[in-house]
């Protein structure tokens, strides 16, 4: 593999992304609608299952451990809302199902991925550290983490429990939510007249509402993530690329929260 690869040096000349999609905008934006029902569904209904299943005791007027169930029902549920996103994408011919869902290989070469990924963080963690200064000297004190960081902390006394979530934080939750909001959604509305910027105000509106948990700066947080997923998206033209820098971002963040919670 060459260390940087062609599809990186493309990149960074001009956007890769291509829009395709011969369903059309308004059938792309139902198919993404659908497919985030479905998965929420499946969350909820594939947790019940190992929370009963491992612990014999699911109380849905548990908070805590409802978000705990979910978390183990992300990754199942990826997988068949990848599949339902890969047989909905190829409902109408006309294109290739990667092309529709943005799965080209990048060819990124392995220092041109390192690039990127290193440079999705530093961009991310400048961009925090800055909306944080902002509120701070605005007068908000809001807090730190959501109810998903804050369950995870609280797993982190019985191990198994959290290394059973890790693989749904780490690869379902990217895999999931980048096929929905910027594999299926994004090129649907990118296709109108709102074009790129549009398409990547709503998909990362949207995105982060799906996190709110009752901290409003969790979710302005991520909502920016979702802005830079979206231009990693345009530049390198692959879902593949936003898919990696998710699933890093969620490793390190739960290896962090882990080591926290193991030192308290």
């Not at 209904?45 to 009963?52: N, T, V």
Request: with cysteine; hydrophobic share 60%.
């Amino acid at each position: 593999m060459a260390l940087l690869g062609e599809g990186f040096r493309a990149g960074l000349r001009r956007p890769q992304f291509l829009a395709v999609n011969p369903a059309g905008p308004v059938a792309g934006v139902v198919f993404g609608l659908v497919l985030l029902a479905i998965n929420l569904f499946l969350q909820v209904s594939f947790g019940a299952i190992a929370q009963i299943s491992l612990f014999g005791a699911f109380d849905q007027k548990n908070i805590e451990q409802l978000v705990r169930s979910m978390l183990l029902g992300v990754l199942p549920a990826a997988v068949v809302t990848a599949f339902m996103a890969w047989v909905l994408a190829g409902v109408y011919r006309g294109a290739p199902v990667r092309e529709v869902l943005n799965l080209r290989a990048p060819r990124l070469g392995f220092l041109g991925w390192l690039l990127v990924v290193a440079g999705f963080f530093v961009t991310i963690i400048v961009m925090f550290m800055a909306i944080s200064k902002i509120v701070e000297l605005a007068g908000f004190n809001p807090k730190s983490g959501g109810l998903v960081e804050e369950t995870m902390s609280g797993m982190t006394g019985n191990r198994m429990m959290y290394f059973l979530a890790l693989p749904s934080i780490i690869l379902g939750a990217p895999l999931g939510e980048e096929l929905i909001f910027r594999g299926q959604m994004f090129v649907a509305l990118s296709q109108t007249r709102i074009g790129f910027l549009g398409a990547s105000l709503i998909t990362s509106a949207g995105w982060a509402s799906l996190h709110w948990s009752g901290n409003w700066m969790l979710v302005i947080l991520i909502f920016f993530m979702g802005l830079v997923l979206c231009v990693l998206l345009r530049r390198f033209g692959s879902l593949w690329v936003t898919m990696a820098c998710h699933a890093a971002w969620n490793a390190s963040t739960a290896l962090l929260i882990f080591a926290a919670g193991s030192s308290s």
